[in-house]
């Protein structure tokens, strides 16, 4: 098992795009890599499963050649196994669905590890981890929401960090060899508490495009 944790124990950072500045995509993830992020996180959404509308491949695509930092594409979409093989070769290296939008839970993950890129599953604060009970022997990483999916600079849901807990329990226990995810409200004043329960990746967006916090989860303001 490849660990995300640094030396010092802190979860690496994976800044999301969708706080950044629209108008200068090229330069945000420029910002990532300059400041140590591990990952350059794509919130995918469709105005279907999450009211908004994000990004899609051509986006991806364009930005693939301007960092060697992985990809890490998280759909919060409807039907997310339509749109694995798109994003795979726009550039993807890992490619995160959500649990409620796919009923083929297996089957998407089998086409993803297909593709060649890593897979993951994400869960909204309502699901409980006792849902992925059948999935977690074959994926990659585990996306737990902090969050309420489909807007930035959302207050953390404390509660969710004890399924992070859970998470790193059956890990343990099971030999499983998956990466524990957490996106939403993470900041200076949150990062201890996702770091405590465990996470491996740190999803954060407008506290890292403001400053506050550095690529390896470090608070610097």
Same mark, same amino acid.
């Given at each position: +098992?490849i660990h995300?944790m ?8 994976a800044?999301?795009l969708?706080a950044?500045?629209f108008?200068h995509l090229?330069?945000?993830v420029?910002?990532?890599e300059?400041?140590s992020?591990?990952? @350059?996180h794509?919130d995918v +959404?469709?105005g279907v ?6 990004f899609?491949?051509?986006v991806l695509r364009?930005?693939r050649p301007?960092?060697?930092l992985?990809f890490?594409?998280h ?7 339509t749109?694995?093989?798109s994003?795979a ?6 490619i995160?669905?959500?649990a409620?939008a796919?009923?083929?839970q297996h089957?998407t993950?089998?086409?993803?590890h297909? +593709?060649?890129?890593?897979a993951?599953?994400a869960?909204v604060p309502?699901t409980p981890?006792?849902?992925l009970?059948?999935?977690?022997? %074959? @994926?990659?990483i585990?996306?737990v +929401?902090?969050?309420n999916p489909? %807007?930035?600079?959302q207050?953390m849901i404390?509660?969710?960090t004890?399924?992070?807990?859970d998470?790193?329990?059956?890990? &343990?226990?099971?030999?499983y060899?998956?990466?524990?995810s ?7 004043k949150t990062? &201890?508490?996702?770091?405590d329960a465990?996470?491996?990746?740190? @999803?954060?967006?407008?506290?890292? %495009?403001?400053g506050?916090l550095?690529?390896n989860?470090?608070?610097?303001s």
């Open positions: +098992m995300i640094n030396a010092s124990g802190v979860p690496r950072l800044p999301s969708l950044a500045d108008s090229a330069d945000a420029c910002a990532i300059s400041r992020g591990a990952f @350059v794509i +959404m469709d499963f999450v009211p908004e509308i994000s899609g491949e051509p364009s930005l301007l960092t060697k992985p890490d594409v759909l919060m979409v409807a039907q997310p196994e749109h694995v093989e994003f070769a726009a550039g993807a290296d890992y995160t669905f959500h409620e796919a009923i083929h089957r993950v089998h086409l993803i297909q +593709m060649g890129k890593k993951g599953i869960i309502s981890v006792s849902q009970a059948e999935i977690l022997p %074959f @994926v990659d585990v996306l +929401m902090t969050v489909g %807007f930035s600079s207050k404390m509660r969710c004890e399924k992070i807990r998470l790193a329990a059956l890990r &343990a226990q099971n030999h060899v998956y990466l524990i957490a996106d939403g409200g993470i900041n200076a990062i &201890a508490s996702v770091t465990g996470v491996d990746i740190a @999803v954060s967006g407008s506290a890292f %495009f403001s506050e550095n690529g989860a470090s608070v610097l």
